[in-house]
């Protein structure tokens, strides 16, 4: 009787990346790492070869069952973001040069600012009045503005005046350039800080910065770097660190309307404490 030859696996597909041969993925019982829910482990496709950029359009998630399921991202969507960004990016451009006559660059800065110069020089109650507050703005900063504003209250709590108070010291151009540089590394610091994808974070902190968001909140000089960074930072150490993670997600209250949906967003995630 002759010898039957020696069974050979069959190689994986070229397309199915090694991470997700079964070899790679953990199965109960098996001594190798769990894989976390959710986790974005590889790109199974991605454009034809002949193009030299590749974009991924499906990505594998691997579930704790070991479950394989695919996302499909657009290219269409991906040329909307990118028109959204360079429009953005433009648009701020022209105003920060004062090509276009708007009200001029960093107009949200001016009441955050205006805020602190009121403090420092002992009119705090000018704040709350903001009628006045916005006549002063326009007395104080005029030679800043290309019109004056029409309305420009303080709607912020107490607890983001002692967060600019430090920039009042300061001159308004130099302040201004100053928060946005700061509340932009905090964002890249938070976008780094124990990320799900360490080999794909600088392109997602790339991405960030290169959203049309990112263009607004520059031109208007806003502080939606520094709540982003408050956010994404206090949700990530919150883990592994209560105390830190509370902290930083308790300064998300300088915008009431975000932070008002933590409590919301922490209880289906299972966190402890979200009771």
Do not use: C
């Not at 009787?1 to 019982?29: C, E, H, N, Y």
């Not at 959204?84 to 451009?93: D, E, K, M, Y």
């Not at 007395?139 to 912020?156: K, M, Q």
């Amino acid at each position: 009787m002759g010898m039957s030859a020696a069974w050979t696996p069959p190689s994986r597909p070229r397309d199915l990346p090694s991470a997700l041969t079964p070899s790679r993925i953990s199965k109960p019982g098996h001594s190798g790492r769990p894989p976390q829910l959710g986790r974005i482990i590889s790109v199974l496709y991605s454009w034809p070869a002949r193009r030299r950029l590749r974009f991924p359009r499906h990505f594998a998630l691997l579930t704790d069952h070991g479950a394989m399921r695919s996302i499909k991202i657009p290219r269409v969507v991906l040329l909307l973001a990118g028109v959204a960004g360079l429009s953005g990016w433009t648009l701020a451009l022209l105003v920060l040069s004062g090509r276009i006559g708007l009200l001029g660059p960093g107009t949200d800065w001016l009441a955050f600012y205006g805020a602190a110069r009121a403090y420092l020089d002992g009119h705090l109650a000018l704040i709350f009045d903001p009628e006045a507050f916005t006549a002063h703005l326009n007395s104080e900063f005029g030679w800043w503005l290309v019109e004056p504003l029409a309305f420009r209250p303080w709607v912020y709590p107490p607890g983001f005046l002692l967060l600019v108070l430090p920039f009042g010291m300061l001159p308004l151009a130099g302040s201004y350039v100053l928060f946005q540089l700061a509340s932009g590394t905090a964002l890249a610091g938070a976008l780094a800080f124990k990320a799900d994808r360490p080999d794909v974070r600088r392109l997602i902190i790339a991405s960030a910065f290169l959203s049309f968001g990112a263009a607004a909140n520059i031109m208007q000089g806003q502080n939606g770097f520094l709540t982003a960074a408050f956010l994404i930072g206090g949700w990530r150490a919150i883990r592994s660190s209560p105390l830190l993670g509370g902290a930083l997600l308790g300064m998300v209250t300088a915008k009431p309307q975000f932070w008002l949906l933590v409590p919301v967003a922490r209880r289906p995630a299972g966190m402890e404490g979200a009771r």
